[in-house]
């Protein structure tokens, strides 16, 4: 079974500090994302990245960073936390292998407050 | 850019009953993925069914199916005698297989099944 670990399941932060979530899957798989979840806004990607080193911008990039230095592992950093950014994060992966796609598999998911 | 959406962010029915959820999409794209994703209480996102875009046939997994209609950029998920575990947010998706593979949610649907 494909499994997707993320580091935390609950994160209480300060304003201002530097958060790390961390995503590891065990899948070998090329394409791995972060999600903000919030009520009645749905999943919003904030970056996903679809090889070691590679990323791109999601739809709400701002106020984050990510880093994919080995395959298995995908960061999201917060560079300076802020109160807007309490929410829900998910990553997911899913293999890039052939022409069409195939399902996305996600971690448990980490609620970060920032107080 | 490619978007969802969903118009219900609600809906409630009786066990067994039959129960419709919406969502519509856009692309410029001509092959894709389209998912149904649930994601009950517990967190934890499960696929619920998939649709390739260049398959004119309806995707079904047992109580579940689906209605895509291309030409309309719709995609809606049915599910037929409804049980108690139904209960969850619903989430609909698009992915791409051009370029980066992004995968797109809509804002969900929260499915209560009334006993």
């Known amino acids: 079974d494909v499994k997707v670990t993320q580091s935390s399941r609950y994160l209480v932060k300060r304003t201002g500090e530097k958060v790390f979530l961390e995503c590891v899957q065990d899948m070998d798989h090329e394409n791995m994302f972060w999600y903000r979840q919030d009520p009645g806004l749905g999943l919003r990607l904030i970056y996903f990245?679809?090889?070691?080193?590679?990323?791109e911008k999601g739809d709400i990039p701002e106020g984050y960073s990510v880093s994919r230095e080995k395959k298995e592992r995908f960061s999201l950093i917060l560079e300076s936390a802020s109160t807007n950014q309490t929410s829900m994060y998910l990553c997911?992966?899913?293999?890039?292998?052939?022409?069409?796609?195939?399902?996305?598999?996600f971690g448990q998911g980490t609620r970060l407050t920032v107080v | 850019a490619q978007t969802v959406t969903q118009s219900q962010p609600e809906m409630s029915v009786q066990e067994a009953e039959t129960v419709t959820l919406s969502c519509t999409y856009d692309t410029s794209e001509n092959n894709y993925y389209l998912f149904w994703y649930k994601q009950p209480p517990s967190r934890q996102m499960i696929l619920v069914i998939r649709?390739?875009?260049?398959?004119?046939q309806n995707a079904t997994e047992n109580r579940f199916s689906v209605n895509f209609q291309k030409a309309a950029k719709s995609f809606s998920l049915k599910i037929s005698d409804s049980q108690l575990g139904d209960t969850a947010m619903y989430f609909c998706?698009?992915?791409?297989?051009?370029?980066?593979?992004?995968?797109?949610f809509g804002q969900g649907t929260r499915l209560t099944i009334n006993p």
């Open positions: 998706a698009f992915g791409s297989i051009q370029g980066a593979q992004k995968l797109v």
């Open positions: 997911a992966s899913k293999s890039g292998q052939g022409l069409f796609d195939t399902e996305a598999f």
């Open positions: 990245s679809y090889d070691v080193k590679m990323k």
């Open positions: 649709q390739e875009a260049y398959k004119q």
